[in-house]
């Protein structure tokens, strides 16, 4: 319908204008009353023929207009003839001109119509301003024909204005602008080179002899140097396009790509389609025209080709491995580019081209800072903070809350029994609960200053400001049942406990680092109980350092071979020997002394040094082992595992190359494991201890009774030992049930085809007992106190250790047996 209504508007203009043309011709022809000489009418008609030929091109959008050297010929005409023969020679000469073109009919007509009007309206002027159409060149007269040259000059380009808004939909004004500067210069100068054609034909009529050459010659020197004013234009509108393609934001790069080419090119409309990096993605689409971007998305509008109803021209943008888009111009009507319009559609195209490409690669580069930033800052496992960030937000923090006179806390968050899950089901599920945990964490605490993973297990939570250390309690202890919920993972259920360390600033210290490092006090404090929290107290803040530095002592330990092992032997209670010792680590620490067990082994446990520390003292008690002499029976070392220890399935392996390197048969070895650490995975226990078994390796029951699920474990593991612990040993001689509970567990390793140990013989009378009630060996420190490695292999070499009251009552024990033989 639009289409339709602007067609009508044209049509009706048009028709008015030509009938406007008809009646000035009928006039101009009854009016006319002068006689002439033929050859003015002939050399008027024939630059009416050739005054609409073009001297230059001017398109907008799809329409075109010509700028001619009408206004030359329209003041030669009105000095030459009379206005009113004018007339008609001007509509019969560019009639003639337009009429054997191949075009529609109303744009054949328009032309003839417009100038025919317009050499009426210069008559006018003439007359009113010359105050004669005809006669003696007078100065006024010259002024009249240059002001009637000027007023058809303006006449022209409003009714070209007019009939390209109406096709175009656009406003008059607009259209009227468009090339105003370029039109009027071009005026100017045909109706000046017009007033002194006027000149010299009044000064000698043979000039008009030479007429056909000068204006050929004037044809060509003007179109040319027309040609160079516009091509000039052209290319400086090149350059400044160019400068406002200097930017990095590929929005505004597509913006002023469409706007520029939409001006340069005169085009109706622009398209900006920028391939996708990815072969399965889709192209971006920038779409408008001169008044900028209206269209962006993914995707193509349509094919490559030309739309319908539209004249469409493109150029690739080239990129160093091949094509990175297109540049389309397209018209709403046949236009047909020049060659100069094509080179600077290309050249346009490579600039834009080289402007994305570096836009794309400073995206990429900030996309790259961006990432690298974040990574500075952030866990890549959980994309939690770090300590980066934690150290930047603190600050602000307490600055805050020193305004607010208020409390803000630091927790620290250890994951309890973590390396079990990595060791038993490997780092992919310990990965996932790190995620899982981490992200509950930071749900849990969504008005948190930041959540932190610190590294490994352990998480920190900065919070406040508060408005006491209880808040931060309360948190802590929300936090515990937080954690506690399991965790799935391929099909299983995770389940492990936190322990939580709380201090607040500035009631517990007056700067971060004080701030963090009583923090870990304070989980430190918490992990003596496992699944709680414990709010930093100064009055155990001493012990609490003390083992803290110990910890971090312990990897010094390692490297400087401060471990040492003393040994407690253990002895047959049927003949007195002895069958073997127990390996027991000491630290022979450099400034306090030699430090037992309970001292650091806690310390051990929290610091991830368990497998390294057992490789060491395995290592010791072997190498001590294999230097035994030989007397009888061989002598076997035991050494105690860890619960971590039967989580590693590492541990095998790790055994076989101790006992390969040092040249000791399996069988001499003991392992001791205590019941309560291996319930819980028994799988993998079971797993572990299999194989070590395989190897021929002994296992051995520890502090057998004290833990759960005994019975259980003993039914489902095969032991070469059972250890009965000191708690039951020291009752038998004044307590029944305790002489039963040891007795049971006697028969019950005899009925498992193990052997019995009891531990804590710490007087000749228990050992007594125990041999009645045939309990195999036995350990204590009336039987031997731990000593020295050196000590043991000394008193080995020199003589038998054996227990002498054990070995008389053993021997009157065989005669009395041989007795009853006979």
């Known amino acids: 319908m639009l289409e339709l209504a602007r067609e009508r508007r044209v049509q009706l203009f048009v028709g008015g204008l030509c009938t406007s043309a008809v009646v000035i011709g009928v006039f101009s022809a009854l009016a006319q009353r002068h006689d002439i000489a033929p050859w003015q009418f002939l050399v008027v008609f024939a630059l009416c023929v050739v005054a609409d030929r073009p001297l230059l091109n001017i398109r907008s959008r799809h329409s075109q207009e010509s700028l001619t050297w009408s206004e030359m010929a329209v ?62 060149l007078t100065p006024r007269r010259l002024a009249g024909l240059a002001t009637g040259g000027m007023v058809f000059a303006i006449w022209n380009g409003a009714c070209v204005a007019r009939i390209v808004s109406l096709t175009q939909g656009l406003r008059f004004s607009d259209t009227w602008c468009a090339g105003l500067l370029m039109r009027s210069l071009v005026s100017l100068g045909n109706t000046a080179v017009g007033v002194v054609f006027v000149v010299l034909v009044e000064w000698s009529r043979a000039v008009l002899l030479v007429l056909p050459l000068l204006l050929v010659l004037l044809f060509a020197v003007y179109r040319g140097y027309l040609s160079t004013v516009q091509e000039r234009d052209l290319w400086q509108q090149l350059e400044s396009a160019a400068r406002e393609l200097n930017c990095l934001d590929e929005r505004e790069i597509a913006s002023a790509a469409v706007v520029r080419a939409a001006q340069l090119l005169k085009a109706d409309r622009v398209e900006l389609l920028i391939d996708p990096v990815e072969p399965t993605g889709r192209p971006v689409v ?26 469409l021209h493109a150029a690739p943008l080239e990129g160093p491995h091949g094509r990175i ?82 409390q803000c806390a630091l927790l620290i968050i250890d994951l309890d029994h973590f390396k079990e899950i990595n060791d038993t089901l490997g780092h992919a599920a310990g990965d996932v609960f790190l995620q899982q945990v981490g992200q509950r964490i930071a749900v849990a605490l969504p008005d948190a200053a930041a959540v932190c993973r610190l590294g490994g297990d352990e998480f920190a939570v900065l919070l406040g400001p508060l408005a006491g250390p209880q808040d931060a309690d309360d948190i ?48 430190y404090q918490a992990k003596e109980s496992r699944g709680s929290f414990a709010h930093y107290r100064e009055d155990r803040d001493a012990s609490s350092l003390q083992r803290l530095s110990l910890a971090a002592e312990l990897r010094s330990a390692l490297i400087d071979n401060e471990l040492v092992v003393h040994l407690q032997p253990q002895f047959d209670l049927s003949t007195g020997e002895m069958v073997g010792a127990e390996a027991l680590v000491r630290w022979q620490h450099p400034t306090r002394g030699l430090l037992q067990p309970s001292s650091f082994i806690g310390a051990v446990e929290h610091s991830g040094l368990v497998r390294d ?71 993998i226990v079971e797993d572990v201890l299999g194989r070590l078994r395989r190897m021929g390796v002994q296992l051995s029951v520890d502090d057998f009774g004290t833990g759960y699920s005994s019975l259980a474990f003993l039914q489902r593991v095969a032991v070469n030992e059972v250890k009965i612990d000191r708690s039951f040993v020291k009752g038998i001689l ?64 020199t003589r038998p250790v054996v227990l002498p009251a054990l070995r008389e009552r053993s021997d009157e024990r065989r005669r009395l047996r041989a007795v009853a033989q006979l």
Not at 286 to 298: A, C, F, K
Not at 629 to 645: D, T
């Open 286 to 311: 920038w779409s408008g025209g001169i008044h900028g971007l209206e269209v962006s998305g993914q995707g193509y509008p349509g094919p490559l080709g030309e739309p319908t109803g539209q004249m």
């Open 325 to 406: 888009g297109v540049l389309r111009v397209a018209f709403d009507g046949p236009v047909s580019l020049t060659k100069r319009e094509r080179h600077v559609l290309r050249t346009f195209a490579h600039s834009v081209s080289s402007t994305l490409q570096n836009a794309q690669l400073y995206a990429e580069m900030r996309a790259h800072a961006a990432v690298k930033e974040h990574e500075a800052t952030h866990d890549s496992l959980t994309g939690l903070g770090n300590r980066a960030l934690l150290h930047d937000r603190v600050g602000p923090l307490l600055r805050r809350t020193d305004a607010a006179g208020a």
């Open 75 to 136: 003041v030669l005409g009105l000095f030459l003839v009379p206005t009113s023969l004018f007339v008609l020679a001007a509509g019969a000469g560019v009639l003639l001109f337009h009429l054997p073109r191949r075009a529609p009919l109303l744009k054949r007509l328009f032309p003839p119509a417009c100038f025919t009007v317009g050499v009426a309206l210069a008559g006018l002027a003439v007359l009113l301003v010359g105050g004669a159409s005809h006669g003696e």
């Open 476 to 523: 802590a202890a929300s936090l515990l049942d937080v954690l506690a919920e399991p965790v799935a993972f391929d099909g299983l259920r995770l389940s492990i406990e936190g322990s939580v360390g709380v201090a607040c600033y500035p009631s517990d210290a007056s700067s971060f680092d004080e701030l963090l490092r009583r923090a870990d006090v304070a989980l």
């Open 613 to 683: 520390f057992t490789l060491a003292v395995l290592e010791k008690a072997v190498i001590e082992c294999a230097r035994w002499p030989l007397h009888g029976r061989p002598l076997s070392v035991a050494v105690n595992l860890s619960a971590r220890n039967l989580l590693d399935r590492q541990l095998p392996s790790d055994v076989a190359d101790v006992l390969d390197r040092h040249g000791l048969a399996p069988s001499r070895l003991v392992l001791e494991i205590t019941e309560t650490t291996m319930m819980s995975e028994l799988e």
């Open 734 to 797: 004044v307590s029944d049930s305790d002489l039963a509970l040891v007795r049971a567990t006697v028969q019950l390793a005899h009925s498992l085809g193990a052997r019995c140990v009891a531990e804590g013989v710490e007087a000749a009378a228990l050992a007594v007992k125990l041999r009645e009630i045939d309990c195999d060996f036995a350990q204590g420190f009336h039987l031997g106190r731990p000593v020295p490695a050196e000590e043991l292999r000394r008193r080995m070499l």
